[in-house]
């Protein structure tokens, strides 16, 4: 039975063969994100909006796990966290490069989501998802001790430095092209991941696990797969965001870390390639928008994830999906 059965299998819809129309509908859909990241800077602000892409993308890792794999992760921010830590400690005392910096975090992430997942894949359910929030909680209080983390102050100043020792990145619009890079081909990979035949069969255990095993496929290897995945991108994420915001801190590898990228995914549309991108870019506007009213932020966003809920179990792009009749 599919992991995400405790919340609603409605928002996952049957999956059927890509057709010529919907293959034509997402390159359209492609080429505005395209076009909307070149001209964004112009109209908002550059920390902003490499925020809101590090995010949509943690989020796009997440979905490949919940809403194409079936496998709900309470602890995704062991990774995002993590990778986040090694980025800025290899950028401040390595002095690496930021695009080694980067790299350095996310194969640490991925690392981490072998380890993890191993361990994880062998429960199903509720007990899976428990193992996963109780292996991150380890990940967050080893981030609270280890010497190299700075503990409570985290790690600070972190240098952006020159992309591949040429380009320099302390000019926010140049970093932002970079990010923005970043996220594009990150959304192609997991694009190409889903239609992919490993992705169809990611569908196919998700729908129905027993018959995917009685037809011989080794449903284990294909979740740790995907596990480890999306691990990495989620780390891709967190050690972009470090460079960009110069920091490290407790609060990337922190429960309610994994719970936001919950929340975004679940906003946008679980199961849809770009449903994540529109939720983090509510998620992230409300926070940066909202600040001025403290920790009422917290309960704002419930109240939208309750209204989410109640109105539309699809989330934003899943209900615009089901509209058109067309998958997004």
């Known amino acids: 039975m599919a992991d995400t059965a405790a919340l609603d299998p409605a928002p996952i819809a049957a999956a059927r063969p890509e057709s010529r129309d919907d293959r034509a509908l997402h390159r359209r859909v492609f080429l505005g994100i395209a076009l909307a990241l070149a001209l964004a800077p112009l109209v908002l602000y550059p920390v902003f909006l490499m925020k809101v892409l590090c995010f949509a993308l943690f989020a796009l890792a997440f979905n490949l796990l919940l809403g194409y794999g079936g496998l709900l992760s309470f602890g995704h921010a062991a990774y995002f966290g993590m990778a986040s830590y090694v980025s800025a400690y290899a950028a401040k005392t390595w002095g690496l490069t930021p695009e080694l910096a980067i790299l350095a975090g996310t194969l640490v992430a991925g690392l981490l989501g072998l380890v993890f997942g191993a361990l994880a894949i062998r429960r199903q359910g509720i007990y899976f998802s428990m193992i996963t929030l109780a292996l991150a909680q380890m990940a967050f209080f080893f981030s609270l001790q280890a010497p190299f983390t700075g ?80 691990a990495t991108l989620a780390g891709l994420a967190g050690a972009t965001k470090a460079i960009v915001f110069q920091l490290a801190s407790l609060t990337d590898v922190h429960w309610s870390m994994s719970g936001e990228v919950v929340l975004m995914t679940l906003v946008g549309g679980m199961g849809t390639v770009f449903g994540p991108i529109v939720g983090a870019l509510v998620i992230v506007t409300m926070e940066t928008y909202l600040a001025q009213f403290g920790a009422w932020v917290t309960v704002i966003q419930g109240a939208v994830f309750v209204l989410c809920v109640l109105l539309f179990r699809e989330g934003i792009l899943g209900l615009l999906a089901r509209r058109l009749g067309r998958p997004l």
């Open 151 to 230: 503990g409570e102050d985290g790690i600070q100043a972190v240098p952006r430095g020159n992309l591949f020792g040429l380009v320099g990145l302390a000019d926010d619009r140049v970093l932002y092209a970079v990010v923005a890079l970043i996220f594009f081909g990150g959304m192609l990979l997991i694009y190409r991941i889903i239609h992919s035949p490993f992705g169809q069969v990611l569908k196919a255990i998700r729908d129905n696990e027993p018959r995917a095993i009685s037809l011989g496929y080794r449903v284990n290897r294909y979740k740790l797969a995907v596990f480890v995945l999306s």
